[in-house]
């Protein structure tokens, strides 16, 4: 075989091989190029899925933000409303014997000076508070929660 036939069996393998590769190659990237398409739409599909829920939200927060304004302008005109006077009440005067020999306080309770009245939780934060004791320590004094003896004490202000 003389050095022409060999070189142009050569180049005849070699394109030959060259197309089958590029075959394989261009096969194996159109299919990438599919799939690639495929998940592009998949994403397309769920960001417009997002959307529609991220609209739906915020028109249902818009109505709750309206419903909760209207709440506050009513609740504001019922603050600034002046409550009714109550209705003056005759008490009837009874008639009592001019000498009751009715028992003393005293002699009920068997006469202790050191008696003081119960105070209100309110009367007795107030006054832990006076004495110098945070919100925390007044708290656990009392036995109420945290959050009562901070709701004192803001109204107490």
């Given at each position: 075989m003389d050095t022409t036939v060999r070189y142009t069996i050569f180049m005849?393998?070699?394109?030959?091989?060259?197309?089958v590769?590029?075959?394989?190659?261009?096969?194996?990237?159109?299919?990438?190029?599919?799939?690639?398409?495929?998940?592009?739409?998949?994403?397309l599909r769920l960001y417009s899925?997002?959307?529609?829920?991220?609209?739906?939200?915020?028109?249902?927060?818009?109505?709750?933000?309206?419903?909760?304004?209207?709440?506050?302008?009513?609740?504001?005109?019922?603050?600034?409303?002046?409550?009714?006077?109550p209705p003056v009440v005759a008490i009837p005067s009874l008639s009592v014997p001019a000498k009751v020999n009715l028992p003393t306080f005293d002699a009920i309770v068997g006469g202790d000076d050191d008696y003081e009245p119960k105070l209100s939780n309110r009367e007795r934060v107030l006054e832990l508070k006076d004495d110098g004791l945070n919100a925390n320590e007044i708290a656990r004094e009392l036995g109420v929660t945290r959050n009562e003896v901070d709701l004192i004490l803001s109204l107490g202000k």
């Open positions: 005849v393998a070699l394109v030959f091989v060259s197309v590769f590029a075959g394989l190659l261009f096969r194996g990237s159109k299919r990438r190029m599919r799939e690639l398409d495929e998940r592009q739409t998949e994403l899925n997002i959307e529609e829920l991220a609209d739906t939200f915020t028109a249902e927060a818009e109505d709750a933000i309206s419903a909760l304004r209207t709440l506050i302008v009513e609740y504001d005109s019922l603050l600034k409303t002046p409550l009714p006077k």
